[in-house]
């Protein structure tokens, strides 16, 4: 089993930057992707950035790419996402999610389903 715990959500105004943590314990060593998903009330849950462990290649959603950039620290097993120039519809609950399968060999954008392991989520509020 692995165990995801988020931090770092919150609430700021339009264009400002919020960074969000997600901390990986249990077998880890059965997990190859990380990614970040996000869910707005009465929206589908949606994924955002996904890294592999092995060589922590990148992928995003097309609707944050050039603002978000995740990234890990291997040693602290964390993953990271840095939200920048955040837009009010960045407002969702944000989850960490893990899988034991690259994610470049699953379809894009990423499915929930695809991914084994969840975080309890972090909520994300920007204001206009």
């Known amino acids: 089993q692995v165990q995801l715990v988020e931090s770092g959500g919150g609430s700021v105004q339009a264009g400002g930057s919020l960074r969000l943590s997600c901390a990986a314990s249990?077998?880890?060593?059965?997990?190859?992707?990380m990614g970040w998903f996000r869910q707005a009330p009465g929206k589908e849950r949606e994924g955002v950035a996904v890294t592999d462990r092995g060589g922590g290649n990148t992928a995003y959603a097309d609707s944050v790419k050039g603002r978000f950039t995740i990234s890990q620290d291997k040693a602290k097993n964390t993953v990271y996402l840095q939200m920048n120039s955040l837009k009010p519809e960045d407002t969702a609950m944000y989850y960490c999610?893990?899988?034991?399968?690259?994610?470049?060999?699953?379809?894009?954008?990423?499915?929930?389903?695809?991914?084994?392991?969840w975080g309890q989520g972090t909520q994300v509020t920007v204001s206009s």
């Open positions: 249990g077998y880890i060593y059965s997990v190859a992707s």
């Open positions: 999610a893990a899988t034991g399968r690259v994610w470049f060999a699953l379809p894009w954008p990423p499915r929930s389903s695809d991914y084994n392991y």
